[in-house]
Protein backbone atom coordinates (compact mmCIF):
# COMPACT_ATOMS: atom_id res chain seq x y z
CA UNK A 1 0.00 0.00 0.00
CA UNK A 2 1.59 3.44 -0.66
CA UNK A 3 0.54 6.93 0.37
CA UNK A 4 1.25 10.05 -1.36
CA UNK A 5 1.50 13.47 -0.41
CA UNK A 6 1.40 16.70 -2.12
CA UNK A 7 4.95 17.86 -1.70
CA UNK A 8 8.51 17.56 -4.03
CA UNK A 9 9.30 14.15 -4.51
CA UNK A 10 12.01 13.07 -2.26
CA UNK A 11 15.24 11.50 -3.60
CA UNK A 12 13.93 8.27 -2.64
CA UNK A 13 10.77 6.73 -1.40
CA UNK A 14 10.05 5.85 2.31
CA UNK A 15 9.52 2.06 3.16
CA UNK A 16 8.01 -0.14 5.97
CA UNK A 17 7.11 -3.62 6.28
CA UNK A 18 5.37 -5.03 9.46
CA UNK A 19 6.44 -8.58 9.96
CA UNK A 20 3.57 -10.28 8.61
CA UNK A 21 1.05 -8.19 6.40
CA UNK A 22 1.47 -5.67 3.48
CA UNK A 23 4.34 -3.22 3.37
CA UNK A 24 3.72 0.72 3.74
CA UNK A 25 5.78 3.27 1.37
CA UNK A 26 5.31 6.88 1.17
CA UNK A 27 5.67 8.95 -2.51
CA UNK A 28 5.56 12.49 -2.88
CA UNK A 29 4.03 14.17 -5.02
CA UNK A 30 1.27 16.95 -6.04
CA UNK A 31 -1.27 14.97 -7.12
CA UNK A 32 -5.09 14.53 -7.41
CA UNK A 33 -6.20 11.16 -5.32
CA UNK A 34 -6.99 9.87 -8.73
CA UNK A 35 -3.55 10.25 -9.79
CA UNK A 36 -2.42 9.16 -6.19
CA UNK A 37 -4.18 5.82 -6.57
CA UNK A 38 -2.79 5.48 -10.93
CA UNK A 39 0.48 5.94 -9.20
CA UNK A 40 0.13 3.31 -6.49
CA UNK A 41 -1.39 1.11 -9.12
CA UNK A 42 1.73 1.44 -11.55
CA UNK A 43 3.66 0.28 -8.68
CA UNK A 44 1.86 -2.58 -7.98
CA UNK A 45 0.03 -1.50 -4.89
CA UNK A 46 -3.29 0.42 -3.94
CA UNK A 47 -3.59 3.34 -1.67
CA UNK A 48 -2.93 2.62 2.22
CA UNK A 49 -5.86 1.41 4.17
CA UNK A 50 -5.69 0.68 7.61
CA UNK A 51 -7.73 -1.78 9.86
CA UNK A 52 -6.27 -0.84 13.19
CA UNK A 53 -4.33 1.04 15.39
CA UNK A 54 -0.95 -1.34 15.03
CA UNK A 55 -1.33 -0.26 11.35
CA UNK A 56 -2.11 3.34 12.10
CA UNK A 57 1.23 3.68 13.93
CA UNK A 58 3.37 1.84 11.38
CA UNK A 59 1.77 4.42 8.75
CA UNK A 60 2.27 7.15 11.23
CA UNK A 61 5.70 5.91 11.26
CA UNK A 62 6.41 5.85 8.41
CA UNK A 63 5.59 9.21 6.94
CA UNK A 64 7.03 10.96 9.94
CA UNK A 65 10.77 9.51 8.30
CA UNK A 66 9.69 11.57 5.05
CA UNK A 67 11.07 14.35 6.54
CA UNK A 68 8.32 16.19 4.87
CA UNK A 69 7.60 19.80 6.74
CA UNK A 70 4.28 20.00 8.57
CA UNK A 71 1.49 20.44 8.12
CA UNK A 72 1.16 17.22 4.94
CA UNK A 73 -1.69 15.74 3.25
CA UNK A 74 -0.98 12.08 2.50
CA UNK A 75 -3.28 10.14 0.02
CA UNK A 76 -5.03 7.25 1.34
CA UNK A 77 -7.87 4.79 0.57
CA UNK A 78 -10.60 6.46 2.16
CA UNK A 79 -13.15 7.20 -0.32
CA UNK A 80 -16.86 7.78 0.87
CA UNK A 81 -18.61 7.24 -2.57
CA UNK A 82 -21.70 9.09 -4.24
CA UNK A 83 -24.66 6.46 -2.42
CA UNK A 84 -22.72 6.65 0.59
CA UNK A 85 -23.95 9.04 3.49
CA UNK A 86 -21.97 11.38 6.35
CA UNK A 87 -22.35 9.18 9.40
CA UNK A 88 -21.27 11.24 12.22
CA UNK A 89 -21.67 8.21 15.10
CA UNK A 90 -19.12 6.29 12.62
CA UNK A 91 -15.41 6.11 13.16
CA UNK A 92 -14.56 6.76 9.60
CA UNK A 93 -17.91 8.98 9.03
CA UNK A 94 -19.54 6.71 6.13
CA UNK A 95 -15.90 6.75 4.22
CA UNK A 96 -15.04 3.24 3.62
CA UNK A 97 -11.39 1.95 2.34
CA UNK A 98 -10.63 1.65 -1.13
CA UNK A 99 -10.10 -1.38 -2.86
CA UNK A 100 -10.73 -3.93 0.02
CA UNK A 101 -12.48 -6.62 -0.77
CA UNK A 102 -15.69 -7.64 1.62
CA UNK A 103 -13.74 -10.35 3.31
CA UNK A 104 -10.68 -7.78 4.08
CA UNK A 105 -12.85 -5.48 5.54
CA UNK A 106 -12.90 -4.54 8.96
CA UNK A 107 -16.01 -5.79 10.50
CA UNK A 108 -15.67 -3.14 13.21
CA UNK A 109 -13.00 -0.03 13.34
CA UNK A 110 -11.66 1.07 16.86
CA UNK A 111 -12.46 4.41 17.81
CA UNK A 112 -8.95 5.54 17.48
CA UNK A 113 -9.13 5.25 14.00
CA UNK A 114 -11.75 7.75 14.25
CA UNK A 115 -9.63 11.11 14.69
CA UNK A 116 -10.85 13.91 12.59
CA UNK A 117 -9.49 17.41 12.15
CA UNK A 118 -12.28 18.85 11.08
CA UNK A 119 -15.89 16.82 10.62
CA UNK A 120 -16.23 15.77 6.61
CA UNK A 121 -19.60 17.81 5.20
CA UNK A 122 -23.07 16.41 6.02
CA UNK A 123 -23.64 14.91 2.18
CA UNK A 124 -25.45 11.52 0.85
CA UNK A 125 -24.94 13.01 -3.12
CA UNK A 126 -20.94 13.49 -3.93
CA UNK A 127 -18.52 11.26 -3.80
CA UNK A 128 -15.43 12.60 -1.32
CA UNK A 129 -11.98 11.83 -0.84
CA UNK A 130 -9.87 12.00 3.00
CA UNK A 131 -6.28 12.12 3.66
CA UNK A 132 -3.77 11.62 6.18
CA UNK A 133 -3.13 15.25 7.69
CA UNK A 134 0.20 15.48 9.66
CA UNK A 135 0.64 18.96 11.61
CA UNK A 136 3.98 19.61 13.88
CA UNK A 137 3.02 18.80 17.75
CA UNK A 138 5.72 20.22 20.31
CA UNK A 139 5.05 17.00 22.48
CA UNK A 140 5.62 13.35 21.84
CA UNK A 141 5.58 13.20 18.01
CA UNK A 142 3.21 13.94 14.89
CA UNK A 143 -0.46 15.54 15.68
CA UNK A 144 -2.76 13.67 12.91
CA UNK A 145 -6.37 13.35 11.74
CA UNK A 146 -8.43 12.26 8.67
CA UNK A 147 -9.00 15.84 6.59
CA UNK A 148 -11.47 15.48 4.04
Known amino acids: ACALGQTPPPPRAVVRCPPAGPCFSAHLANVSYAEARGACDQRRGSLAWVN ?9 GLLAKTAVPAPALFWVGLKRNVSACTHE ?18 QELPAALGQWLQEPLRSCLTARCAGLHLAADPGDGPSWGWKE
Do not use: I, T
Open 52 to 60: GEPELRLLL
Open 89 to 106: EQPLRGFSWEGVEDEMAP
